[in-house]
């Protein structure tokens, strides 16, 4: 079993900053990714960012030089930093990860993150 838990949403203004972290634990010691997707309210989930073993990281086109995702190994957490936040940005964030060789993703509870002035 993988348990993943989101942390560091919240409420900011346009042009801010926030950093959301989530922690991994149980079966983790074969991933493949950890990454980051959202969901707006009436919208579907979308892909945000994801970070493959050996450092390759990709984004999606719209958060692409403002938003950057890291992990820790140490500490089992990947970490995504969201700066010059738009409110289009607003949605709940959504942590996955993906073990090798199979094509189920685990997720997190979900944290909201509101732009909004």
């Known amino acids: 079993q993988v348990q993943l838990v989101e942390s560091g949403g919240g409420l900011v203004q346009p042009g801010g900053s926030l950093r959301l972290s989530c922690v991994a634990s149980?079966?983790?010691?074969?991933?493949?990714?950890l990454g980051w997707s959202r969901q707006a309210p009436g919208k579907q989930r979308e892909f945000v960012a994801r970070m493959f073993n050996g450092g390759l990281t990709i984004y999606a086109d719209s958060v692409r030089g403002r938003f950057t995702i890291s992990r820790d190994n140490a500490k089992n957490t990947v970490s995504l930093q969201m700066n010059s936040l738009k409110p289009e940005d607003t949605a709940v964030y959504y942590c996955?990860?993906?073990?090798?060789?199979?094509?189920?993703?685990?997720w997190g509870q979900g944290t909201q993150v509101t732009v909004s002035s």
């Open positions: 996955n990860l993906r073990k090798l060789g199979s094509q189920r993703d685990y």
């Open positions: 149980g079966s983790i010691f074969d991933i493949y990714y």
